[in-house]
């Protein structure tokens, strides 16, 4: 297939499959596999099996399963290979790993997803790595934090909970004049909203675990990098033995193949959901860059060409705890729980006051998070008015 004269949707329905080569099987099987056999010894030792591209020699570096994703990922980020992992933090990590030493230094986003904000603390400060978080809306100021050790700038735009939008293209341009390499959580964006390296960014990752697997039923995370830097992300992903398991490669790849139509329904809703909200007397604002009064909108519209379902809600009032579990426990549509990009709705309290240390969150209220579904916008915004209700009335059992 001349893959470049065709659109987003139609590649995502035909890349990494080739029915040929399986039967006839429109998608490629499970093909699960730890050793793989050689005919003679000759041809056994001649393997190189730290090869650049996908070839099997042993079941840690990947199946025909494997291969089918990765092959795809990487076509469809406009990258030289994409990696598959276990997870979308094994990700996260092993992009930010390809990219320093020790005695680097990293500059990360201060509204990084807590998690991957724990392995830059963590781990990284143990491998004598040193880590300068900083204020996710500096733009081109980030010069100002260079200094002759800076081997990395990580972005995650928008980040999580607090959702700014950053502006890749003035970081980039910053980091490359200074040598540094650029790495980016996508997950928000994916692919098809955000192409971070068509913008100079050197490692694009993905948390798959969320629109790709898409159904809220596997852990999985993707690398894509450029020619230039993949022998270093190659070695940093085979030496931490990274792989990822085939049956949940498969979902990853089968959830690809409907992930234009669910992203942007995920969208339309998510934007009803939102507007909706931003008439409610109970909510100060919403942190959604697609919508034309979000702070980041303008960067929004520039480099992105879509938004997915997720986003925050700033309540206007300091409604108590108990006021605020009033809303969320008595949901019947959204559940509560950690993830996103799955087909169902959900609906947590969160926190950005406690995750940050560059930067200050004020807001006159609590924060939630909501990740719209695939359900109907109606129905989910039926079950949020309720949900004001109990929240109201809770206040005011507490006020009185
Ligand atoms: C922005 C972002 N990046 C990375 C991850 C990590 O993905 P996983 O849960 O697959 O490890 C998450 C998970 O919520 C996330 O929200």
């Known amino acids: 297939m001349s893959k470049r004269r065709h659109k987003p949707e139609t590649l995502l329905a035909h890349l990494g499959r080739d029915y040929r080569a399986h039967f006839g099987l429109v998608n490629p099987p499970v093909c699960h596999g730890s050793t793989i056999l050689f005919d003679d010894v000759d041809t056994f030792e001649r393997f190189d099996h730290n090869q650049e591209k996908s070839v099997i020699s042993y079941g840690r570096g990947g199946t025909p399963t494997t291969f089918a994703l990765e092959e795809t990922v990487a076509e469809m980020e406009g990258g030289y290979r994409a990696f598959a992992l276990c997870s979308g933090l094994a990700a996260v990590s092993v992009g930010i790993l390809s990219a320093v030493d020790s005695g680097g230094h990293a500059l990360i986003c201060d509204n990084i997803y807590g998690p991957s904000r724990r392995f830059c603390s963590g781990l990284l400060g143990r491998l004598g790595v040193e880590v300068t978080y900083y204020d996710p809306l ?84 993707v690398i894509t990098c450029t020619e230039e830097i993949e022998p270093r992300v190659r070695q940093t992903f085979k030496q931490l033995g990274q792989c990822a398991a085939p049956d949940d490669v498969y979902l990853a790849l089968r959830g690809l193949r409907t992930m234009a139509v669910r992203l942007a329904r995920h969208q339309q809703s998510a934007t009803e959901v939102a507007k909706w909200l931003q008439g409610r007397a109970e909510v100060d604002r919403v942190l959604y860059p697609a919508l034309p009064e979000d ?17 925050g809600v700033v309540l206007s009032q300091p409604y108590a705890r108990e006021a605020v579990n009033a809303l969320v426990n008595g949901m019947e549509l959204f559940g509560i729980g950690v993830s996103w990009g799955g087909f169902e709705s959900l609906l947590v309290p969160s926190h950005p006051e406690k995750a940050r240390t560059a930067t200050t969150w004020s807001a006159p209220g609590p924060s939630l998070r909501i990740h719209v579904g695939l359900e109907d916008a109606g129905d989910l915004i039926a079950d949020l008015e309720a949900g004001f209700e109990r929240l109201t009335r809770a206040a005011g059992g507490q006020d009185g």
């Not at 960067?299 to 986003?311: M, P």
């Open 138 to 221: 500096i733009g081109a100021g980030i010069e100002s934090l260079f200094q002759p050790n800076t081997q990395v700038v990580f972005l995650e735009s928008p980040g999580s909970l607090t959702f700014e939008m950053q502006d890749v293209p003035a970081i980039v341009k910053a980091a490359k004049a200074a040598g540094v390499r650029v790495v980016m959580d996508n997950t928000w964006a994916t692919f098809l909203h955000f192409q971070p390296l068509a913008h100079g960014v050197d490692i694009s990752v993905q948390a798959g675990t969320k629109y790709m697997v898409g159904h809220a039923d596997a852990m999985f995370g």
């Open 295 to 311: 702070p980041g909108h303008a960067i929004w519209q520039r480099d992105f060409t879509g938004a997915c379902g997720l986003f």
